[in-house]
């Protein structure tokens, strides 16, 4: 059972535009989320957290959205950058299990000149 | 310059054989976990540990063990090799708070077996 959800397998953009990468999540305990960016032949490094009191959290061109009532969350990157493209995960944690994170399937991201 | 350490980047095990991946971190986490990756599957938890000698079972433990005997390094065991286990292994620890920036990853293991 896949309580953390990334339904695009892929994403294509342009340099320049706007990149949004979607995640959805089933289990309702879930409160605190982060996203993770991978390169081939390495391991995930962390990106961008967001606690469930919040709604939005920014760290320069990256902002994280959290629509709770939806059980959805989405990584803004503005402006695309060409060392952008790696894949991206979300995952997803609540206060039970601790430092126990539940990672989504990913999304590769190709950020094109 | 903080670090997981996995000892092979690659290997190639045959079936049947006993396989140890070994980490070792540096920066005196008390957790310690072993994903695998796998396309279109994302990122699995096996076991993780939350302290020396503590172990739980993740999402997919069967045909895995793993042993913590000292806070630095945590080992996956593959007891008898089959080919539904060639993946990529992915090591992570972190603080007991996961609001101190979640996991610290190693770099992996690209195991093959045939």
């Known amino acids: 059972d896949q309580q953390v959800k990334q339904n695009s397998p892929s994403l294509s953009v342009q340099e320049g535009r706007i990149s949004i990468l979607n995640c959805d999540y089933t289990?309702?305990?879930?409160?605190?989320f982060l996203w993770y960016k991978k390169y081939p032949a390495e391991g995930p490094t962390f990106l961008i957290s967001?606690?469930?009191?919040?709604d939005k959290n920014e760290d320069g061109r990256f902002t994280v959205f959290l629509n709770k009532s939806a059980k959805h969350l989405s990584l803004h990157i503005v402006p695309s950058q060409p060392g952008d493209s790696a894949v991206y995960f979300c995952?997803?944690?609540?206060?039970?299990?601790?430092?126990?994170?539940?990672f989504g399937t990913g999304t590769r991201l190709q950020v094109t000149l | 310059d903080v670090k997981v350490t996995q000892s092979s980047r690659y290997l190639v095990k045959r079936t049947g054989e006993k396989v140890f991946l070994e980490c070792v971190q540096d920066m005196d986490h008390e957790n310690m976990f072993w994903y695998r990756q796998d396309p279109g599957l994302g990122l699995r938890l096996i076991y993780f540990s939350y302290d020396v000698k503590m172990k739980e079972k993740g999402d997919i433990p069967e045909g895995y063990s793993v042993s913590r005997e000292k806070k630095e390094r945590f080992s996956l065991i593959l007891e008898s090799a089959s080919t539904n286990q060639t993946s990529m292994y992915l090591c992570a620890s972190s603080f007991p708070d996961r609001k101190i920036y979640g996991y610290t990853f190693g770099s992996g293991t690209r195991l093959t077996v045939v």
């Open positions: 967001i606690s469930s009191i919040k």
């Open positions: 289990n309702s305990m879930f409160d605190y």
């Open positions: 995952a997803a944690s609540w206060t039970g299990t601790a430092s126990k994170l539940t």
